[in-house]
């Protein structure tokens, strides 16, 4: 089992940029694959990037292409998610997950375990 918990959201001016964390605590956290998720009120959750467990490859959302980056170190036991050109539409809460298959997978019931999320708020 593993643990997670995310940082790093807070109000942000549109056009800003912001660097989420999740730390792992728990098991071997190169053993699983990290995604980040987004959510708000009324919405889905919705899938925002994953990175394998090396950290070599990742894939992200269309919407985000070009704006988030993705990247893990695993001797930290943490995942990073750096959003860049922030918009008013990036709003939400962002969930970090982690599962055991294959890092492809871009469905949040594929994943076992969630941190708490951290609210990004961006202002126009």
Do not use: H
């Not at 964390?21 to 071997?28: D, Y």
């Not at 292409?65 to 943490?78: C, E, P, Q, V, Y």
């Amino acid at each position: 089992q593993v643990q997670l918990v995310e940082s790093g959201g807070r109000l942000v001016l549109a056009g800003g940029s912001l660097r989420l964390s999740c730390a792992a605590s728990g098991r071997t956290f190169s053993s699983y694959t990290v995604a980040w998720f987004r959510q708000t009120p009324g919405k889905e959750r919705e899938f925002v990037a994953t990175i394998s467990r090396s950290g070599s490859s990742t894939l992200a959302a269309e919407f985000v292409k070009g704006r988030f980056t993705l990247s893990r170190d695993n001797a930290k036991n943490t995942a990073y998610l750096q959003m860049n050109s922030l918009k008013p539409e990036d709003t939400a809460v962002y969930y970090c997950a982690a599962g055991t298959q294959a890092w492809t997978i871009r469905s949040s019931g594929d994943y076992d375990y969630w941190g708490q999320g951290t609210q990004v708020t961006v202002s126009s």
